[in-house]
Every structure is written in C-alpha cells, then in structure tokens.
C-alpha cells in the first residue's frame, strides 16, 4: 500500500513549518515507515535531520531522508510513497513549481499558521493553492498561547468556518525549539512535557487520513 503524503505549507513566513514537519515526523515514526523530503531552499529540516544522526536515541525511530528537487521531485515523492507508510514535505514558502507539485502529491495539507486572524487571513493563497490542486487542507495553530485575546478571535475566525482547522493545536512552549536544536522530537527530547502531549493529540488527529497503524 502506497504512503499517506503530508506536504507542510504554507506561503506566509515564520509559521512554524520546519517545525510542524520535525515534531510530526518524529512521533509518527514511532508506529509507522515515515519518510521526510525537504524542499524548502532554507534547508532547515535538513539541517535538523543532520542533528538527528548524531544522537543514538533517534536511532530507534529512524527516518528516511531526501532532499530531492528540480525536475525529480515527482519521480521521487513516488519512491518514497512506494517504501513507506507516511511521506512528509516541508515545501517552498511559494506558490512556484516545486510547491505546486507538492502540494498535488499530498493527500492532505497541513497550513501552519500562528493564532491571531492577520496570521489567519494570510494563509488565503495557500488554501487557494490546496483548492486548485483538489486537495484537503487543514490549519494547525501553530505557537498558540495558553489564552489571550489573540486566541480568542482566532478560535472565533475558525468556528465561523472560515478556516478549516485541526483541533489539536501546538502551543508557545520552549521545548520545541530545544528538541529541534538537537535534531529530536519533542516526543523524544522530553517525552512527558505539555509540548509532546500536545505532538501526540495532534497525530491522532490525523488518524482519519493515516488510518490504524501500521507497524
């Protein structure tokens, strides 16, 4: 059975996305063949996997990495498929070429977006992109605060309906930036904290594209 493909985008900078694919790769790992392919000009998540290596403690939730771009990245998110049972894309923060086959290579859209309505209002052309391409895409709050005002008219533009969001959120905690400094997830770096409960709740939410585990 070919690989559930999550492509991580989003248009608007400083969302979160390297993150959101880091945090997601790490614990779905855990159950399942993950793959992650990096096309993102930035190279932040290749830079993170190169911590990964170095830490014998990732080595029981491996990972297969491609950075693969250009010309090839239909022939390779169609290997990856192949071998695995997920496949992650951290894509371009555009709407060019490799975004564009990215985004119709997914079977759902994972948008970052930070928790204010500017945030939210941003994420238009790459909702509009997943619309063109005839692909799902859902919101993650991304960097959300415990409460606060900003939270509020955010949860209020997506319970409109505006926004079609994932419930499960990830908040504004130190630990997510401390398990990416040392290529981890935070569901490795500090398994009982907030932050991998919140990395956890947000896998499951998934579980209606990714189906029942697979190893």
């Known amino acids: 059975m070919a690989a559930i493909v999550l492509t991580v985008a989003q248009q608007k900078g400083g969302a979160g ?3 959101l694919a880091a945090q997601l790769a790490a614990v779905l790992a855990e159950r399942r063949r993950v793959a992650v392919l990096d096309i993102d000009p ?3 998540l290749t830079r993170w996997h190169e911590l990964r290596k170095e830490h014998a403690r990732a080595a029981a939730a491996g990972l297969t990495f491609a950075d693969t771009a250009g010309w090839r990245l239909s022939s390779e998110i169609e290997r990856l498929r192949a ?3 997920v496949v992650l894309i951290d894509s371009p923060p555009h709407a060019e070429t490799e975004a564009r086959l990215a985004v119709r290579a997914a079977d759902l859209v994972l948008v970052p977006v930070q928790p204010s309505p500017l945030d939210l209002w941003a994420t238009g052309p790459t909702l509009d ?4 391409e005839k692909r799902e895409a859902r919101i993650v709050l991304n960097r959300a605060p415990a409460r606060g005002k900003l939270l ?3 949860q209020a533009e997506i319970a409109r309906g ?8 990830l908040g504004n905690r130190s630990a997510y930036a401390m398990a990416m400094a040392a290529g981890l997830g935070v569901t490795e770096s500090a398994p009982r904290t907030l932050a991998a409960e919140e990395v956890r709740a947000l896998a499951a939410s998934l579980s209606p594209w990714l189906g029942k ?3």
Do not use: G, I
């Open 83 to 85: 071998d695995h049972d």
């Open 152 to 154: 509020h008219a955010a």
């Open 17 to 19: 996305k390297t993150t």
């Open 129 to 132: 992109l997943a619309k063109a």
């Open 42 to 44: 930035q190279k932040s």
């Open 213 to 215: 585990e697979r190893r």
């Open 162 to 169: 505006t926004f079609p969001a994932l419930e499960a959120s």
